[in-house]
């Protein structure tokens, strides 16, 4: 069974950083990704950034040149830094874990895993 634990969300002013930690069960080469969402209040749940099993990284626009994700795998960890972070950061945000499987065969389905989310919120 996969757990993800996430940890160091909190209240921030804007301009500074944060950094979201993402503790999973297993290893992240084990997961076809690993990357962090987030939910605005009253928004949908959506992907900011992703790091593949391979290495590759995708960001959304809204926080390009701001985030940046990154593994330790000797802790089975991800990582989200946040610099320069405001208003509209404010979110919760997940970590999340998926298999995307099939593809080959033309089939494909995913499993996503989530972590229990960290309220960030930006405020003077």
């Known amino acids: 069974q996969v757990h993800l634990v996430e940890s160091g969300g909190g209240l921030v002013q804007p301009g500074k950083s944060l950094r979201l930690s993402c503790a999973a069960s297993?290893?992240?080469?084990?997961?076809?990704?690993m990357g962090w969402y987030r939910q605005p209040p009253g928004r949908e749940r959506r992907l900011i950034a992703r790091?593949?099993?391979?290495?590759?990284?995708y960001y959304t626009a809204s926080v390009k040149g701001r985030f940046a994700i990154s593994a330790d795998d000797a802790k089975n960890t991800i990582y989200l830094q946040m610099n320069n972070l405001n208003p509209d950061d404010t979110a919760v945000y997940y970590c999340?874990?998926?298999?995307?499987?099939?593809?080959?065969?033309?089939?494909?389905?995913?499993?996503?895993?989530w972590g229990q989310g960290t309220q960030i919120t930006v405020s003077s």
């Open positions: 999340n874990a998926n298999i995307v499987e099939g593809i080959m065969t033309g089939n494909p389905r995913r499993t996503d895993y």
């Open positions: 297993q290893s992240r080469h084990s997961f076809t990704d």
């Open positions: 790091l593949s099993s391979g290495g590759t990284t």
